[in-house]
């Protein structure tokens, strides 16, 4: 037998017909003299029915079948009888009466439902992958993915992005995080690493003249995950030569435009709207902003500096700020719960969390009423709304409010579903300073461009140089990031001295990128989109794992094959490694 449809694809246009179904058995029910099946493909399902009358020897064997058995059946599609239509199936108005059944396969008692119901770890689940993927919504989920690849390919296609590959083993270069690194056998004590991105060879793309590029590439980072984080996750890569930044922004808004209308049907509002690096971290904290509800962050450190609370007055003395959020509605809210609000901030790096409930506080009697009123002012508070207020360094207000402020919204359920906010984040700084290394680092990577009027900020006060940088943010989160890149070479060595990379060690790790740059490099950029991280959103997945056939664990475990693992000796010896 050959199968002639998929079992999600009949109706009562093939009432009559003699059809072959293969697939699994999602469920089974005995009614003695009748016993149905409801037979599982990976395009839906379909009822199949054995009676004696139809066929003595095939309802026989069915009473062998079990969940999961594989089938193959032949049999006619009859309408199905009045009462018994199952309207949340698209196959729900037929049946097919069985005449020959093949067992082609028995099964073990799974450890959980093939079901969308499920009440299992995560761990569970990834251990039996193969039985987790046969669900319909991580079914769903892949067949959304392969559909984001072609409309992705087909959209860069035809705005004359050409697809080329870059290589796997490459030379350890600085990206923000730890490299995974390969042992090389034919040159001992020498090592590859796996790419974090394509960063470099798509930079020598543009030198080499192919102007527009793209790539949907594996990248590896390893670094400590978390739900949107995996250490090896897929990107689509994305490089131009002359190009400006607004170029770069109309080609991604029309690529995430196409993907959500073709993938889902939905409509997305371009242009995205752009918020300034500083206006983003004033405001919420953070510099991948969740725009889908209020509750922003108010400074109100003019207001206390002058009056005589202490705790406020400490951290403006050392350079701090007082900022706060307003929670509408949660005046009423117990102390019990002001302490648990405390005890959250503190775990990122907060002191405490002073408050006002209404007008009522216990910082109330250090500050004039005055002060107070322009206070409660500022924060837009209502009789009944909860103030909460931070005084401590700037880095750890922010962090703390960010963080508050989303946990609260969480609480509240006051985050709209269905909602997708994309905005630009523009403008981001492009040094910051490593307290603990005493050096400045790259906000985004080596390679982005200073804005060309910063250009002597470079030699005066680095820290102040704003990058050619962009990030596109979705409901709070960074799903990709871009720059214009540094296309003359005194430029990226100057870059490199502020970075504290001497001449030899830049000529010994970037000696080809350098080089490059002498030969005529034209203007370029690009960008980079978190393909794990838009599906995610695109499912409504709580997790980036939803969205990926394999995953790992948040540990980097993969529970189905056992990876990492401890290789034979004899292989660590090929290699001349030991291990301590």
């Known amino acids: 037998m050959k199968k002639t449809h998929n079992c999600g694809e009949l109706g009562l246009q093939n009432i009559g017909e003699e059809v072959i179904l293969v697939g699994w058995v999602n469920r089974r029910r005995d009614h003695g003299k009748l016993i149905f099946i409801d037979l599982r493909d990976r395009a839906g399902i379909s009822q199949i029915v054995f009676s004696p009358e139809a066929d003595d020897i095939a309802h026989a064997k069915a009473h062998e079948l079990r969940s999961e058995f594989v089938l193959e059946v032949k049999g006619q599609v009859c309408a199905r009888p009045h009462g018994t239509i199952n309207p949340d199936l698209t196959t729900g108005e037929i049946e097919i009466l069985v005449h020959e059944l093949t067992i082609i396969n028995s099964s073990k008692t799974p450890p959980f439902s093939i079901s969308d119901e499920l009440n299992v770890a995560e761990d569970v689940r990834l251990k039996y992958r193969y039985l987790d993927l046969r669900r319909p919504q991580m079914q769903k989920n892949i067949f959304l993915r392969h559909k984001v690849y072609q409309i992705t390919r087909r959209f860069l296609d035809e705005n004359g992005y050409i697809e080329v590959e870059t290589p796997m083993l490459i030379k350890s270069t600085p990206e923000g995080a730890r490299d995974f690194l390969v042992p090389s056998r034919l040159s001992p004590g020498e090592f590859y690493a796996l790419p974090q991105s394509p960063q470099l060879f798509k930079q020598i793309l543009m030198v080499a003249g192919f102007e527009k590029y793209f790539q949907i590439v594996k990248c590896f980072r390893d670094e400590d995950l978390r739900a949107d984080r995996q250490p090896e996750f897929t990107q689509v890569d994305i490089e131009a030569s002359f190009v400006e930044i607004d170029d770069i922004c109309k080609l991604i808004e029309g690529l995430l435009s196409s993907v959500f209308k073709e993938g889902l049907g939905i409509e997305v509002k371009t242009p995205f709207p752009i ?228 001449k030899e060690e830049a000529e010994m790790k970037f000696s080809f990128l350098l080089e490059a740059l002498e030969y005529g490099a034209p203007p370029h950029g690009g960008v980079a989109l978190g393909l794990d991280r838009l599906l995610r959103f695109m499912v409504g997945g709580e997790s980036i794992r939803d969205v990926i056939a394999f995953p790992k664990t948040q540990s980097g475990i993969c529970q189905m094959t056992g990876a990492p693992y401890k290789v034979e000796d004899k292989q660590l010896r090929e290699l001349k490694i030991r291990v301590v």
């Open 275 to 502: 918020i300034d690096f500083d206006e983003a971290m004033a405001r919420y904290g953070s510099d991948a902003p969740d725009t889908r509800f209020g509750m922003e962050l108010t400074d109100i450190t003019d207001l206390v500096k002058d009056e005589a609370c202490q705790v406020f007055n400490r951290a403006i003395a050392q350079a701090g700020q007082v900022k706060g959020i307003c929670v509408p509605d949660m005046a009423s809210i117990s102390r019990r719960d002001i302490d648990e609000l405390t005890n959250f901030v503190n775990t990122y790096g907060a002191k405490g969390l002073a408050y006002f409930k209404g007008k009522e506080s216990p910082i109330a009697k250090f500050l004039s009423d005055e002060a107070r009123d322009k206070i409660l002012e500022r924060m837009n508070a209502k009789e009944n709304d909860l103030c909460l207020f931070i005084a401590d360094t700037p880095k750890i207000v922010a962090m703390s409010l960010c963080q508050l402020r989303l946990h609260l919204a969480k609480k509240l359920n006051i985050i709209p579903e269905d909602t997708f906010n994309f905005i630009w984040v523009m403008n981001a700084p492009l040094f910051e300073y490593d307290d603990e290394e005493k050096r400045f680092t790259a906000m985004h990577h080596p390679f982005t461009s200073p804005r060309e009027t910063d250009y002597p900020l470079l030699d005066i006060d680095p820290l102040k140089v704003k990058a050619n940088a962009y990030d596109v943010v979705l409901n709070g989160v960074e799903i990709g990031g871009g720059s214009i890149r540094i296309h003359h070479r005194n430029i990226q060595e100057k870059v490199f001295s502020l970075l504290n990379l001497s």
